[in-house]
């Protein structure tokens, strides 16, 4: 669960998730080279459909991101890789 805090007001991430739940959440330890991929569904829960139990940071949260992980990829010195196929 990830809150969404109001940014700029273009709401093109929320959007794009609204029509197309599926997205991938990308880790990069710079110092090792690893990457953690995870592909997830997401769900936006809107401040009146939050349960209870989700408590809001000072109420300036007006949405919710709840990802649900569908495939878990880690690359062991992926991003060596890139820099050298850049090179």
């Not at 690893?34 to 569904?41: D, F, G, P, R």
């Amino acid at each position: 669960l990830v809150d969404d805090y109001v940014g700029n007001g273009f709401f093109n991430t929320l959007g794009n998730l609204l029509e197309n739940p599926m997205a991938s959440l990308l880790f990069c330890d710079w110092h090792t080279g690893h990457v953690l991929k995870i592909a997830v569904s997401s769900e936006i829960l809107w401040h009146d459909e939050q349960k209870e139990s989700v408590v809001l940071t000072a109420g300036k949260v007006k949405r919710s991101l709840c990802f649900t992980p569908i495939k878990i990829e880690q690359f062991n010195n992926g991003l060596a890789y890139i820099q050298q196929v850049q090179a």
